[in-house]
């Protein structure tokens, strides 16, 4: 919305600055109301930005894990093969 010029030379005397003034009153209600409006939408945006990186972070971590127990497995599973065989060369080297 653009301002309202107060030096409308259509209007003339007081009656018409009296209309001009509450017109003026009610377009700053309305930026104002806009402006309330927006910020309301700002703040679901940001509430649901805030949600949205929580979740990730929470992912984030629950991979991390999860590749942690996957490596700590494949090497608990590696050991014990290297222990069989190791023995099963000496054995071998025994005969």
């Known amino acids: 919305m653009s301002p309202k010029n107060n030096h409308d030379p259509t209007s003339s005397g007081d009656s018409g600055s009296?209309?001009?003034?509450?017109?003026?009153?009610q377009e700053m209600e309305d930026v104002n109301q806009s402006l309330?409006?927006?910020s309301c939408a700002l703040d679901?945006?940001?509430?649901?930005?805030?949600?949205?990186?929580?979740q990730l972070r929470e992912l984030l971590d629950s991979?991390?894990?999860?590749?942690?127990?996957?490596?700590?497995?494949?090497?608990?599973?590696?050991q014990p093969e290297d222990d069989n065989?190791?023995?099963q060369k000496s054995g071998n080297e025994a005969k």
Do not use: F, P, W
């Open 18 to 25: 009296a209309n001009v003034q509450e017109a003026d009153l």
């Open 44 to 54: 679901a945006v940001e509430q649901r930005t805030d949600d949205i990186m929580s």
């Open 63 to 78: 991979n991390r894990e999860i590749r942690r127990l996957l490596a700590e497995e494949k090497d608990n599973a590696e």
């Open 85 to 87: 065989m190791d023995g």
């Open 36 to 38: 309330d409006e927006l």
